[in-house]
C-alpha cells in the first residue's frame, strides 16, 4: 500500500531540522549501501550518530500520525537517514535490503523537507508491474510505499534536495493483511463518525482486534 501524508512535520520542527542540516557534517551515502546498491547510490549522508535528536522529532511525528498508525502499524521505527541531494547527484534503481540491522524492512518512507521550488528533478520514482509514479512533495509531507518495490531518485538538475528516509518493521508482516486491517478499521471509524458507537461499530471493533491478535508479531 502507498499513500501521501500531508504535512507530517509541523512548521516548527520543519524549521529546526533545516537549522541544524544547514551546518551539519554529510558524508558519502555510499558508507550505508548495500554491495551492489553502491554502484547506483551518489548523494550524501548525515554523519551516524549525529542525527539522534532529529530522528527523534520524525518518530514522534509518524508516531502521532492516526494514518500512518493504522497503516502501517509500527513495531519499530528504525535506520532514519538524513540525505542530501546536490546538482547531479541521483540513486539508481534499487530494492532496499529485507534485515536493517536487528530490524526487518516492511514499510519505507520518504519525508520531504526541501520544497519542490528548492530544485529541479530529484523525483522518487516508485516503479510498478506495469508503470512508475513520480513524487515531489511540498516540505513536512511524507510519501509511504513498500519496502519490496523497485524504486531510484532521479538526478537533480538544479538546487538541493533534502530528505529523511527511514524504515518500519511491522507489527503486521504480510502487506494484505495489513490492508485488510487499514480497510477496516477506516470503515470503522467511519460508521462512528456518522452515528457513534452502534452494534455494527461494535463488531467491526471486535474483528480489528481479533485479526490483529492473530497476526501481530
Known sequence: MLFQIPDVLSADELSQL????????????????????????????????????????????????????????????????????????????????????????????????????????????????????????QAGSAIVYPSSTLHRVNDVTQGQRLVVVGWVQSLVRDPAQRELLFDLDTARRSLYAQHGKTAEFDLLSKSVSNLLRRWAE
Open 18 to 137: 533545516r537549522t541544524t542540516l544547514a551546518t551539519a557534517e554529510f558524508v558519502d551515502g555510499k558508507t550505508t549501501a548495500g554491495w551492489y546498491a553502491k554502484q547506483v547510490k551518489h548523494n550524501q549522508q548525515l554523519q551516524r550518530g549525529a542525527g539522534q535528536p532529529l530522528e527523534a522529532i520524525v518518530t514522534a511525528a509518524l508516531n502521532r500520525h492516526p494514518l500512518f498508525q493504522i497503516a502501517v502499524r509500527p513495531k519499530q521505527i528504525h535506520n532514519l537517514r538524513f540525505s542530501r541531494y546536490g546538482v547531479g547527484m541521483s540513486y539508481g534503481t534499487h530494492a532496499d535490503n529485507a534485515m536493517m540491522g536487528r530490524y526487518r524492512s516492511d514499510v519505507s518512507f520518504t519525508v520531504f523537507l526541501s520544497e519542490p521550488a528548492d530544485y529541479d528533478g530529484g523525483e522518487l520514482v516508485i516503479e510498478a508491474a506495469d508503470d512508475e509514479q513520480a513524487y515531489r512533495l
